[in-house]
T-cell receptor
């Protein structure tokens, strides 16, 4: 398996533009996570899907952020409109939710810069 | 809520030196504990894990023991190599007694640089 695949790897956009980040989880995994990594706040969970259903979106910063998982092999994280403070590395991770010690596999991340 | 505290570094060592990165946690019940490693420009990779008290996780010469009495999971390696240079994250996953049993809560990460 190729692992968790994220695209694009890098994104530079102007403030106010819409940004869409994409994720393809590992085939057969039923849990998907979006994390944001910044120097100030470290790694923060934005949203968690189980079997394509959003279970916990309490980490989504505000209404400008939205995430979807239309099927088991694809998820998007959208920011509209984007702001400079959204600049961060966004990671997607997937796992097979079999219990407490289940490992999460991370993609390589999308480095977003909003200017 | 759950939280993880780890020494923030940066840590700079010479090759073959002994490494310790401290990690303590706060959680209800019996969480699982993990160490992830992030190499430059890459995502996080699981390094090792432990799921119950006194368990020792080990991989690639790294070890960590789940100490419930001290709520700690310190990472150690007896002889580091230049290739170990990376950011190391301690993390926990709750057992559900305090709420979530799916969410990984991470420490801030520790940058390790090993010089030849």
């Amino acid at each position: 398996d190729a692992g968790v695949i994220q695209s694009p790897r890098h994104e530079v956009t102007e403030m106010g533009q819409e940004v869409t980040l994409r994720c393809k989880p590992i085939s057969g995994h039923n849990s998907l996570f979006w994390y944001r990594q910044t120097m100030m706040r470290g790694l923060e969970l934005l949203i968690y899907f189980n079997n394509n259903v959003p279970i916990d979106d309490s980490g989504m910063p505000e209404d400008r952020f939205s995430a979807k998982m239309p099927n088991a092999s694809f998820s998007t994280l959208k920011i509209q409109p984007s702001e400079p403070r959204d600049s961060a590395v966004y990671f997607c991770a997937s796992s097979l939710n079999l219990g407490l010690n289940t490992e999460a596999f991370f993609g390589q991340g999308t480095r977003l810069t909003v200017v | 809520g759950d939280s993880v505290t780890q020494m923030e570094g940066p840590v700079t060592l010479s090759e073959e030196a002994f490494l310790t990165i401290n990690c303590t946690y706060t959680a209800t019940g019996y969480p699982s504990l993990f160490w992830y490693v992030q190499y430059p420009g890459e995502g996080l990779q699981l390094l090792l894990k432990a799921t119950k008290a006194d368990d020792k996780g080990s991989n690639k010469g790294f070890e960590a023991t789940y100490r419930k009495e001290t709520t700690s999971f310190h990472l150690e390696k007896g002889s580091v190599q230049v290739s170990d240079s990376a950011v190391y994250f301690c993390a926990l996953k709750g057992d559900g007694s305090g709420g979530s049993n799916y969410k990984l809560t991470f420490g801030k990460g520790t940058l390790l640089t090993v010089n030849p």
